[in-house]
């Protein structure tokens, strides 16, 4: 069975930073791409950072390119998203997803997280 938990969300100002954490309970984490998505109150879900399982590959939706960062460490079944310049419209809940196969696709994930929340105040 997969879990993943995430870490690390809380209430930041504009402009300062913020690390998340997703530890999966998976026996075989590197054969899995990992992602996180956010979802903001009277929003639709918004898919914010993939990466491959190899981490050669990510893919970052355009509103946090160059503020945000996804990177994994294999050896401790942890995927991080380093935020910065944080902003109050990255206000959302954040979930990590998994996925078994595949990596780019909203289709390929197949396991979530309960989600941690994240605040930007202005």
């Known amino acids: 069975q997969v879990q993943l938990v995430e870490s690390g969300g809380g209430l930041v100002q504009a402009g300062g930073s913020l690390r998340l954490s997703c530890a999966a309970s998976i026996r075989t984490y590197g054969s899995y791409a990992m992602g996180w998505f956010r979802q903001a109150p009277g929003k639709e879900r918004e898919v914010v950072v993939r990466i491959s399982r190899s981490g050669g590959n990510t893919y970052y939706t355009d509103s946090v390119k160059g503020r945000f960062t996804i990177y994994r460490d294999n050896a401790k079944n942890t995927v991080y998203l380093q935020m910065n310049s944080l902003k109050p419209e990255d206000t959302a809940v954040y979930y990590c997803?998994?996925?078994?196969?595949?990596?780019?696709?909203?289709?390929?994930?197949?396991?979530w997280g309960q989600g941690t929340q994240v605040t930007v105040a202005s």
């Open positions: 997803e998994a996925a078994s196969a595949g990596w780019r696709m909203t289709v390929d994930y197949n396991y």
